[in-house]
């Protein structure tokens, strides 16, 4: 069974229309980022200064924005069964194609959405409801300017990316 975070009540709907866009893996990514890993780990080398590795339980992911003029509504979160799922933002200043990522240009808050080992699977998921709100609210600046994002999302405490659904609800100008 899958749980939701709960809508703010003190959103009120805009005039636009609503636009979800759901998070979606970029395995040529995540594979290009653990192929760097790999790399260090066979050749004896250290990572770059500042650099940030791609850890075995994260994977890259990304959003698309068709619209670039948003306004951020609500997450919608499912995990089937516990576990904790952590989503960081990444700047604008990445070019996975040509730099490896840096530390710097990871975005802050994160948004952190889990289910303890004891609840039902019924609960709903507890977060951070201010850290999701200012990180939503932040998607939808960035999205002004980009036409798709980056994140990692990092899997723990049971959590598997094949149990988990993330997307962002936002309102269209």
């Known amino acids: 069974m899958s749980s939701q975070t709960d809508r703010d009540p003190a959103v009120a709907p805009s005039s636009g229309s609503a636009m979800e866009v759901r998070f979606a893996e970029d395995t040529s990514l995540t ?14 080398q250290k990572r770059q200064e500042g650099e940030r590795l791609l850890l075995p339980h994260e994977a890259v992911y990304r959003l ?33 194609d040509l ?15 889990w289910r303890n080992a004891g609840d039902l699977e019924d609960t709903p998921l507890k977060c951070l409801e201010a850290d999701i709100q200012e990180f939503g609210e932040r998607i939808a600046e960035l999205a002004k300017v980009r036409k798709v994002m980056y994140f990692l999302l990092a899997f723990k405490e049971g959590a598997e990316a094949d149990k988990v659904s ?4 936002f309102n269209q100008a």
């Open 166 to 169: 993330i997307s962002v609800e």
């Open 31 to 44: 594979e290009v980022m653990q192929l760097r890993v790999q790399s260090l780990q066979r050749s004896g």
């Open 99 to 113: 730099t490896h990522l840096m530390t710097r240009q990871l975005l802050e808050p994160v948004g952190t959405f």
């Open 64 to 96: 698309d924005f068709s619209n670039q003029k948003l306004t951020f509504v609500h997450w919608s979160v499912s995990l089937i069964g516990h576990g904790r799922v952590t989503v960081t933002g990444i700047s604008q200043l990445w070019t996975p």
